[in-house]
């Protein structure tokens, strides 16, 4: 095949439009995470009329210090890949709004997308791509130290703390999850569980007994995150005699759960127990035209790759659906 390439769709300039009110969009695509941004690059060129709505670019990965599982970068920091994300979107042109948050999407043949704003934007099909939240501990220094020793993402983020002493906070799945790695990397590892006993699946606790380099604090609360430019240690309290603790360490991994950004669709999508949105494997939700991905989803595994792959096909099944549906 003879393949011309000025024939790609990049026009090299960045093309961004305001959205219309009296236009019908064939997908309007709810957040500018890696999924959103994605979902939009596959619906663009689909040729589909497409809009972007979100309340910042990049979302956790804008926030991220440092990317090594993205394929194609060795390390990229989260500010320069949400960049590069971005500019890709918009050299196709779209109808883009940052700074905007939508309060709830209504159902019909024709869906409506209410912004908070008052505004309302219609659409033959939605993306939500709205993403989570990681829990916060909302102690001294967490905010401060966050990157610079105060980690959110096990996954992501273990592999720093080679031959260092760690603390993770919380002791259900993620956390007893997050220790394991840690333990196989980090010199020492420090599990602070509020509860007198671990949540996690006991298969999970009898995998961390095998590692003699974790101790397990129960009973306790971690009260601050200590450290000069960096997290030097942490301090947990005995939640029974008030006694105080303090554990050097290099780094703290927060894992107390973390909260979908799934409010924009409560009553109208189904849900699992912790409000992330229930998929199929094309991406559809439980009403017909509704599509999700990312970590909004009930889908495991929060990454980049995993919200931009899902994102990819619910991008396809929102096009194949329009094209397939008579009504259209
Ligand atoms: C500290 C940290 C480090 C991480 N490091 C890595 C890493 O190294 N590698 C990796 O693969 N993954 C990493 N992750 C995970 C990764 O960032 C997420 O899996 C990924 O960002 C999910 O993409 P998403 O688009 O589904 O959601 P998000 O990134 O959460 O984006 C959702 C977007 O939707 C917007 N939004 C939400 N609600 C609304 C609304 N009502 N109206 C309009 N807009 C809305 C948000 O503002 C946000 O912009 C990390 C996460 C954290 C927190």
């Given at each position: ?126 993306i939500v791509a ?135 669709a409560?009553?109208?999508l ?7 949105i229930?998929i199929?494997?094309?991406g559809?939700t439980?009403?017909?035209?509704i599509f999700a991905a990312g970590?909004v989803t ?16 619910a ?14």
């Amino acid at each position: 095949m003879d393949f011309n390439l000025s024939s790609s769709l990049f026009s090299g300039e960045q093309q961004f439009n305001a959205f219309e009110s009296g236009k019908i969009y064939d997908v309007i695509i709810i957040g500018g995470g890696p999924a959103g941004l994605t979902a939009a690059v596959y619906s663009l060129r689909k040729g589909m009329v497409t809009g972007l709505i979100t309340r910042q670019v990049g979302g956790q990965m804008a926030e991220t210090a440092g990317i090594e599982n993205y394929l194609g970068y060795r390390y990229i920091n989260g500010v320069e890949l949400t960049d590069k994300f971005h500019d890709q979107v918009m050299q196709f042109g779209i109808d883009f709004e940052n700074n905007a948050n939508v309060q709830t999407v209504k159902d019909g043949l024709i869906k409506e997308v209410v912004l908070d704003d008052g505004r309302v934007f219609k659409t033959r099909t939605v993306i939500v791509a709205s993403g989570k939240l990681p829990r916060k501990l909302n102690v001294p220094g967490e905010k401060e130290l966050t990157g610079h020793g105060v980690a959110y993402c096990a996954i992501c983020d273990a592999p720093f703390y080679k031959d260092k002493k760690v603390v993770v906070a919380g002791g259900g799945n993620s956390g007893i999850g997050a220790a394991i790695d840690l333990a196989r990397i980090a010199t020492h590892v420090t599990v602070v569980q509020r509860r007198d006993r671990l949540k996690a699946d006991k298969v999970l606790v009898d995998k961390l007994k095998h590692y003699d380099n974790v101790e397990i604090l129960l009973g306790h609360a971690v009260r601050e995150v200590a450290g000069k430019g960096k997290v030097e240690a942490v301090v947990a309290e005995n939640r029974e005699t008030g006694e105080r603790i303090t554990i050097p360490a290099d780094g703290i991994f927060v894992e107390v759960g973390s909260i979908p950004n799934s409010g924009l669709a409560q009553g109208l999508l189904d849900m699992n127990e912790t409000g992330e949105i229930i998929i199929d494997e094309f991406g559809r939700t439980s009403k017909e035209g509704i599509f999700a991905a990312g970590d909004v989803t009930d889908v495991p595994y929060k990454q980049i790759i995993i919200a931009c792959g899902d994102a990819a096909k619910a991008a396809l099944s929102a096009t194949d659906y329009i094209l397939s549906n008579p009504n259209f």
